[in-house]
């Protein structure tokens, strides 16, 4: 599968000089804003703290892998998309989360290069001065809109303390979205990692998160993240959201294996669409300090302060590989050939491709 830019899209990429138009603003919102109600499994359930907590995961609630007496919570549907428990009971505070015209919003589906885009942006916007971007873990940096865990504060109660101009970050799609973002027409760097290898890195890092349901055997993964009843959704519905919220916001849609093709080309168009583009010397810095090797050494961005209670990197390393095509080590002929009829199928008409290596 090739990606746009190598098909000539490029263009279609770039929503740089989008901007919200009142009647598609207003339709986005309606659309893409079904606060009214949560499902799983069929049955209707109250997002408050308290109510009936109806269960999307049937997995077993732990690993052989897990910590001794470590139970991970379940998943709970917002609208049909399942998200972590406690991001459900916190739904009114993300729901009514205000946006403000100068945020900027990184999007991803999980595992798709989210922590790197996120020290990309934050590097830029220090002039790639790497000291400045050590000041605090990515957390504080740039919020997790739908953060929720106990006794922390919540992703809402950090972006809500920052001063502006802020960069916040979320796993949501589209239809999730609060209404805040459209009606502000904030800017979005979303980035999206070719289906394959997005799955295996998904599995792997299931396995060490502790606070999420078990992902089973790969075969049994695999099938889930087809069906989309894994954490977030489906990988598809995410990203032909996202693709097509391009007519509405002003939204630079990046792939991963175009970042890891040329990292100093796209991360300057990151640069360019945030309006802070880079001088050849900070643009150098950059693309070294964002490198793999250099962010999986690197505190600031390697989560290896993070409990084991919640990641627990004896199992899998939470910056694990960074390649292009490690879906060949997990996947069998049979699998691979009938993940790649469902993609087909499921991002048909789009304009969507994808590179599966390099």
């Excluded at 007496?69 to 379940?74: A, K, Y």
């Excluded at 390649?323 to 789009?350: I, L, P, Y």
Aim: charged share 20%; net charge positive.
């Amino acid at each position: 599968m090739a990606s746009p830019r190598a098909r000539g899209a490029s263009s279609a990429t770039d929503s740089t000089s989008a901007q919200p138009k009142a009647g598609a603003l207003a339709a986005a919102v309606a659309l893409t804003s079904p606060f009214s109600r949560t499902q799983a499994c069929g049955t209707e359930g109250d997002p408050r703290p308290g109510s009936a907590r109806p269960q999307v995961s049937h997995l077993p609630p732990r690993m052989s892998e897990d910590p001794p007496g470590q139970e991970r919570r379940p998943l709970v549907a917002v609208d049909g998309v399942p998200l972590p428990e406690k991001t459900w009971e916190n739904w009114a505070q993300i729901k009514a989360f205000q946006a403000k015209p100068d945020d900027l919003l990184i999007c991803t589906y999980p595992k798709a290069g989210t922590t790197w885009i996120q020290e990309i942006v934050d590097m830029i916007q220090q002039g790639g001065d790497p000291e400045k971007c050590r000041r605090a873990p990515l957390h504080e940096r740039h919020p997790f809109l739908e953060w929720a865990r106990s006794p922390q504060s919540t992703g809402v109660a950090w972006a809500d303390a920052m001063p502006p101009p802020r960069t916040l970050k979320t796993h949501l799609p589209v239809k999730l979205l609060p209404a805040s973002f459209w009606e502000q027409g904030c800017k979005v760097v979303y980035m999206a990692r070719n289906p394959k290898d997005s799955a295996v890195s998904y599995y792997h890092f299931l396995r060490m998160h502790q606070l999420l349901p078990q992902p089973g055997p790969w075969p049994q993964f695999l099938e889930a993240f087809m069906a989309g009843t894994v954490p977030w959704g489906s990988w598809h519905e995410h990203v032909r959201g996202w693709w097509r919220a391009r007519e509405v916001l002003p939204l630079l849609f990046l792939h991963y294996e175009d970042l890891k093709e040329d990292p100093g080309r796209e991360i300057q168009r990151v640069a360019q669409f945030i309006g802070q583009p880079l001088a050849p010397a900070a643009l150098e810095r950059v693309v070294h300090h964002t490198s793999f090797e250099v962010m999986r050494a690197n505190p600031a961005t390697n989560r290896a302060s993070a409990p084991r209670s919640v990641l627990d990197q004896s199992i899998s390393p939470f910056m694990r590989k960074g390649t292009v095509g490690d879906w060949k080590n997990h996947f069998t002929v049979a699998q691979s050939e009938h993940f790649d009829r469902d993609c087909a199928s499921k991002t048909a008409g789009t304009g969507l491709a994808f590179r599966t290596e390099l």
